[in-house]
C-alpha cells in the first residue's frame, strides 16, 4: 500500500514537472499574439488608407487624420454675336468669339484629429498669375468639449457668407457662369474670421465673418484692415427637409454684410461672355462714400428632376454727398433632369450630382445624365446722378454629365444693356448674344 502511494505520488510530480514547459510555451505563444495585434493595430491607425470618393482621399486607420487632394479643370469656348454691340468710348473694348482656361485649381484640404481643419486651393488658369483662392485653417467639431452652442472658427482667406449661388461651388453650379447680379452684389472672398455652424442635421445653418473690404495684400505680404472692413453674416433654413428623399428639399436663406471706413465703393460686372477684352457693361463707378449695406433673400426648390432658384439683391450706399442711392437686381432660374436625376444640397449650398449611370457603361448602354435650364435675371444701377446702366440677361442651358466628376455644359445667352459705362459717347440699348460651351472636369 505504502509503494502504491509513493508512486502514485512520483507521478503526479512527474505530469507536474513535465506541464510546466507546456504552459510557459502556450503563455509566450499568447505575448506574441497579443504584440503582433498591438503592433498591427497601432499600424493601422499611423498609416493612411487611400481611396477615391469623387476626389483622391487619405485617412488613417482610425480616422482621426483625413485628407483630400483635388482639383478642377474648366475650359470655354465662346461664339460670340456682337455686331450691334459696340463698347463706344471705350478703347479696343469688345467681345470676341475664342477659348479660354477657365479655372485650372489644385487644392490640398483636411481634418488633422478632429478638430483642426485647413485648405489650401489655388488657381493656375493664368500660369504667369496664379491666384489664391482659399488659404484658410480653422476649428470644428467643439460640442462634446464646448456644449451645442459652441461655433466652428475659421481664419484665413475664404468665401464670405453671403449668397446662395456663390457659396455654391463653380463646379456645381447650373450655367457656366453665375448670374450678373451675384457677381455685381457679392463680395466672394476675403481675408478675415468666420463662425460658423449647423444645426438638426444640416436642417438650420449660419455663419458670421469679419473680413477686410480691400481683400488684396499689400508688398509686404500683409492684408490692411484699414482700408476698410466688412461684416457680413447669413442664416438659412430647411422648413421642408425630406429626411428620406434627398430629392425633395425647400431652403430659405436671408443674408447681408456691411462695409464702414471705406472712402469708396463700386458696383459693376462685365457680363456672361468672358472672351475678348470684355469691358465692364454696368458700372457705378467709384462712389464717394463711408460706408455701404448690401442685403439679400434666397429661396430654392428641389422636387424630384425638378428645381427652382432665385435671389434678390439690394444695396444702399452712405455717399458724401448724403443722397444715400440704392441699387436692386435679382434672378430666377428652373431646371429639369431629362434622365430623372435631382440637384444634390447640404448645409445650405447646392453639392455633386451623380447620374444615374456613368457614360458608357452596361454595355455601352449608358449616356449619364442630361439636365435642361433657363434663367432670368435683371440688374439695374441706376438712381439720380448715378447711372450706371442696367442690364437684362436670359440664358438656356443644356448640360451632360458623363458621371459623377466630368460634364459638358451648353449655354444660349442674351445680355441687353440700357445705359451704362457704354453710354459715355452716345445713348446705348443693345443686345449681345453667345453660344458658350464648357468642358469640365473635377476631382
Not at 510530480?13 to 506574441?32: E, G
Not at 435642361?372 to 447711372?387: F, P, T
Amino acid at each position: 500500500m505504502r509503494m502504491h502511494l509513493i508512486l502514485g505520488l512520483g507521478l503526479v510530480l512527474a505530469m507536474a514537472v513535465l506541464a510546466t514547459p507546456a504552459q510557459a510555451d502556450d503563455d509566450l505563444r499568447a505575448t506574441v499574439r497579443d504584440e503582433i495585434s498591438h503592433w498591427a493595430e497601432a499600424k493601422d491607425d499611423n498609416s493612411f488608407k487611400v481611396y477615391w470618393k469623387n476626389g483622391l482621399n487619405l485617412k488613417t486607420g482610425n480616422g482621426d487624420v483625413k485628407m483630400k487632394i483635388g482639383g478642377r479643370i474648366q475650359i470655354d469656348h465662346y461664339f460670340v454675336d456682337d455686331d450691334d454691340f459696340v463698347a463706344r468710348g471705350v478703347a479696343d473694348a469688345a467681345f470676341e468669339s475664342g477659348v479660354q482656361l477657365r479655372r485650372m485649381r489644385l487644392y490640398n484640404s483636411g481634418v488633422l484629429h478632429g478638430h483642426v481643419e485647413w485648405k489650401l486651393q489655388m488657381d493656375f488658369a493664368d500660369a504667369n498669375d496664379p491666384v489664391l483662392k482659399d488659404g484658410y485653417i480653422g476649428l470644428v467639431d467643439m460640442d462634446d468639449c464646448f456644449g451645442c452652442l459652441m461655433p466652428n472658427i475659421r481664419v484665413g482667406h475664404f468665401k464670405a457668407p453671403f449668397g446662395l449661388e456663390e457659396l455654391t461651388s463653380s463646379k456645381y453650379i447650373t450655367f457656366i457662369e453665375r448670374s450678373s447680379v451675384t457677381n455685381t452684389f457679392g463680395i466672394s472672398r476675403r481675408y478675415g474670421v468666420m463662425l460658423h455652424d449647423v444645426f438638426r442635421g444640416g436642417q438650420l445653418g449660419y455663419a458670421f465673418s469679419y473680413f477686410s473690404e480691400d481683400g488684396s495684400l499689400e508688398d509686404d505680404g500683409e492684408v490692411e484692415f484699414d482700408n476698410g472692413y466688412g461684416l457680413a453674416g447669413r442664416i438659412w433654413y430647411t422648413p421642408w427637409y425630406d429626411c428620406e428623399c434627398s430629392c425633395r428639399r425647400l431652403h430659405v436663406g436671408v443674408g447681408a454684410y456691411t462695409l464702414e471706413d471705406i472712402t469708396s465703393v463700386r458696383f459693376n460686372d462685365d457680363g456672361l461672355v468672358r472672351t475678348g477684352t470684355d469691358p465692364n457693361l454696368i458700372d457705378t463707378t467709384a462712389i464717394a462714400a463711408d460706408g455701404a449695406f448690401v442685403w439679400n433673400v434666397e429661396l430654392a426648390l428641389v422636387y424630384g428632376p425638378f428645381s427652382l432658384q432665385g435671389e434678390f439683391f439690394s444695396a444702399t450706399v452712405s455717399d458724401t454727398a448724403n443722397t444715400d442711392p440704392s441699387f436692386t437686381g435679382w434672378y430666377v432660374q428652373a431646371s429639369y433632369w431629362l434622365t430623372g436625376e435631382c440637384r444634390k444640397y447640404s448645409k445650405g449650398a447646392f453639392k455633386r450630382v451623380s447620374p444615374c449611370c456613368n457614360f458608357l457603361d452596361n454595355d455601352c448602354c449608358c449616356y449619364g445624365g442630361v439636365e435642361l435650364a433657363a434663367k432670368y435675371e435683371v440688374i439695374d444701377l441706376n438712381d439720380g446722378a448715378i447711372q450706371g446702366g442696367k442690364m437684362t440677361n436670359w440664358v438656356i442651358g443644356l448640360n451632360w454629365h458623363l458621371n459623377p466628376n466630368a460634364r459638358i455644359q451648353l449655354n444660349y445667352m442674351n445680355v441687353g444693356v440700357k445705359g451704362g459705362p457704354l453710354a459715355a459717347a452716345a445713348p446705348f440699348d443693345e443686345t449681345l448674344t453667345a453660344l458658350a460651351i464648357r468642358w469640365q472636369v473635377d476631382w
